[in-house]
């Protein structure tokens, strides 16, 4: 029977461990979200699940076992040999070697995996700690070390569904997702994300074998241009593709607040996304990624489970919600100052805006079957 309420998968692991100082990982992010909705009295008993970690096998259904065995070494050693580094690009390209350099993401995959599973007779599932969609068969990528997406995506394929989406909302395009996807026309990949930005992937005419399309967005995208993406692009190949599953990434950097992209959302554009999409799907799961901003973080993400749950966004947040904020630690510049809705609310000023005509085009091509030059 489908679960009568969504599910939320965490971990303590996200709370210890972090990718090291200075690095943009090195802020809590599951924690701060799984903490606010806490405080909030938004989880009931039976709704949280602790994630598992991803066995090998479970693994290897998708990485390379000597990648895998790559990660291990690292772990056991906290090293990484020059070989290892050339070859997996491990402790390179802002790939650190940290302590749980195989837990973590072995853990996200397995939440992923978790998530996958228990929606297969219907049903929502949050779960932030995934969304590593950079990760490569037999590399690291993007501070992504396995690819927990395509991972949840392959056991649905093994489980027999036949039509499935995959939506992207994160600033940097879905590169490891739409690759490992490529021309497979069970998986619809669609991805918004800021022009130009790393990995410098996913232009509207790559459409990766029919099976993507990419909506590639100018700097300031704003809530009202969001809502026009979705309403005249996302929405309309969604229904047209009729999923048996849907997986969203929701990967938080296309806030204004965030420091890796010059995107300008609120995380209204994140919740009315959530909103207009579950209608649509008989199996969701919703995923985290993105995000160096742990204030814009924790908030979008918590107001995505109230979203899933139809829980009310408080006007000011409780005390004890409000302390959960108050005590994050935040090394960039913006962390020093805070401004006091960063505290004291969870949703922030909607950042309507006006509609640009690239935006409107952008829409349109999606729809096309073909480009023309």
């Not at 008993?45 to 994630?51: C, E, N």
């Not at 802002?94 to 995959?109: F, L």
């Not at 969870?346 to 023309?372: M, S, V």
Request: hydrophobic share 40%; net charge neutral; with cysteine.
């Amino acid at each position: 029977m489908p679960a009568t309420r969504p599910a939320y998968i965490g971990s303590e692991i996200y709370r210890r461990s972090t990718y090291g100082p200075g690095h943009p990982l090195a802020i809590p992010r599951v924690s701060t979200c799984t903490d606010l909705i806490r405080t909030l009295g938004w989880l009931a008993d039976g709704q949280y699940l602790d994630a598992p970690m991803a066995s090998d096998a479970e693994i290897t259904r998708f990485h390379d076992p000597a990648y895998l065995a790559a990660l291990k070494r690292a772990e056991a050693r906290q090293a990484v040999t020059a070989e290892d580094r050339e070859r997996f690009r491990i402790g390179a390209d802002g790939n650190p070697v940290y302590p749980e350099i195989h837990r973590r993401p072995a853990t996200s995959a397995g939440g992923v995996l978790l998530a996958a599973r228990m929606v297969l007779a219907g049903g929502v599932v949050h779960c932030p700690g995934g969304g590593t969609h950079h990760g490569r068969r037999d590399r690291a990528s993007g501070f992504c070390y396995l690819n927990d997406p395509v991972l949840g995506l392959l056991a649905w394929l093994d489980a027999g569904l036949t039509r499935l989406v995959y939506l992207d909302l994160d600033a940097h395009h879905g590169d490891g997702v739409q690759d490992a996807c490529a021309g497979d026309a069970r998986v619809l990949t669609i991805s918004i994300h800021e022009a130009g930005r790393w990995p410098q992937t996913g232009t509207a005419a790559d459409r990766a074998g029919g099976s993507a399309r990419n909506l590639p967005v100018p700097r300031g995208l704003n809530d009202t241009e969001h809502r026009h993406l979705m309403d005249h692009a996302v929405l309309p190949l969604i229904a047209a593709r009729r999923p048996e599953a849907i997986m969203v990434q929701a990967g938080a950097d296309s806030l204004e607040e965030d420091p890796l992209a010059r995107l300008s959302l609120s995380n209204n554009a994140y919740w009315q996304a959530i909103a207009a999409v579950r209608p649509l799907a008989p199996r969701l799961v919703v995923l985290g990624g993105g995000g160096y901003n742990p204030y814009a973080v924790g908030r979008c993400w918590a107001g995505i489970w109230a979203t899933l749950n139809g829980h009310p966004i408080p006007d000011r947040l409780p005390a004890a919600a409000e302390a959960v904020l108050r005590g994050l630690v935040y090394h960039r510049a913006a962390g020093r100052n805070p401004p006091e809705h960063w505290f004291t609310t969870l949703r922030d000023a909607p950042r309507e805006g006006a509609l640009r005509p690239e935006i409107e085009r952008l829409a349109a091509l999606a729809l096309k079957e073909t480009l023309t030059a």
